[in-house]
Structures are given as structure tokens and as C-alpha cells.
């Protein structure tokens, strides 16, 4: 059914003749679609606006269980899948090669030996271009995140340590062994 007939109202019948009528139901003045069997509102429907009542989209779309990937992690993830698969047409062209005795066999040996290491540098980048992005971009930081408070604590222990240590080197630096005052 394309567009138009779905668009169809009662007075757009063609030539101003009425509506093709098949079925059963002929006299209740409904009309069937002419795809898939699907019921659709007629000429002389009573309601005017009837909603179709056997209508079925062919798609439902659903919510995504798991959130996209970030946009580096898919590119270096699409990237791997096609060297993966380069690296298995080298490599079954090289056993059809080697079983019929080419001569092309042993290139094509080499070479994917070295689509192998291609292929396991591919999936190595997808998971550290995956690290990566997570250390960047991954944590969220409320202000109420335990995380940060321990965090905020930490930096400020080690200032009172560092400044407590420069406060020693100042004492050595003077030259009084271990007096705290002035002279």
C-alpha cells in the first residue's frame, strides 16, 4: 500500500467512482486494502476517521539496550573488523594456493602471517582507544561522589606533608640543627 492510498480520502476515489468493495462485509461499507489484507476505513464508513483496525508497521522500534559507542572506539572497532577480515581472505586464499600447488601459495602465506599481526594490532588499538576514552571521559564527578572526597582529602594531605616538609628543609637551610626559634 503506498502512500497515496493510505492518504486517501472518502471523495478521492478515481473518476468519481465509488470504492471497489470485496468480501463478506460488503454491504457494512467497509472496504479491504488491496495488500497484505489489511482493513482500512471505507467510503461510507459512519465514523469518518476510523483507525485501521488489522494495521501492522513493519518495523517497532524498540529503546537500546546498551548506549552507542563513543565515536573513536566504533571507528577503531570498524577499523579491526575490516582488517580481520582481509587478514581471512589472505589467509584462505593462501590454503586454496598451498592445496593446489601455485606458485602464488607461499606469498600469500607471508602475507597473512602479516595480516595476522595487523589484525592483532587492530584489536589491541580497539581496546586501548576504549581505555582511553574512559579515562577521559567515563567518570562522572558529582560533588556528593564519595570518590571525590576521598580525592579532595588525599590532595590535601599531601600539601600539609609537602609544606611541612619545605618547613623542615627552611629549619636545615638555616643552619640550626633542630632549633625551632629564632636566635
Request: charged share 25%.
Amino acid at each position: 500500500m503506498g502512500t497515496a492510498e493510505r492518504r486517501r480520502t472518502p471523495g478521492d476515489d478515481l473518476g468519481g467512482r465509488p470504492a471497489e468493495r470485496r468480501g463478506p462485509r460488503a454491504g457494512e461499507g467497509e472496504t479491504r486494502a488491496a495488500v497484505n489484507g489489511a482493513r482500512v476505513g471505507g467510503a461510507d464508513d459512519g465514523g469518518g476517521g476510523q483507525a485501521r483496525s488489522a494495521y501492522r508497521p513493519l518495523w517497532v522500534e524498540e529503546p537500546a539496550i546498551r548506549r552507542r559507542m563513543p565515536d573513536p572506539v566504533r571507528t577503531s572497532a570498524v577499523r579491526a573488523v575490516l582488517i580481520i577480515a582481509v587478514t581471512l581472505i589472505l589467509a584462505m586464499v593462501a590454503f586454496l594456493c598451498t592445496m593446489a600447488g601455485v606458485w602464488l601459495a607461499f606469498p600469500m602465506v607471508l602475507s597473512s602471517i602479516a595480516g595476522t599481526v595487523v589484525a592483532t594490532w587492530g584489536a589491541l588499538d580497539v581496546w586501548v582507544t576504549r581505555q582511553v576514552w574512559n579515562q577521559r571521559n567515563g567518570v562522572v564527578s558529582a560533588p556528593s561522589s564519595t570518590a571525590r572526597a576521598l580525592r579532595r582529602e588525599r590532595r590535601r594531605a599531601r600539601r600539609q606533608a609537602r609544606s611541612a616538609a619545605r618547613a623542615q628543609e627552611r629549619i636545615r637551610r638555616r643552619g640550626g640543627a633542630g632549633q625551632l626559634s629564632h636566635p
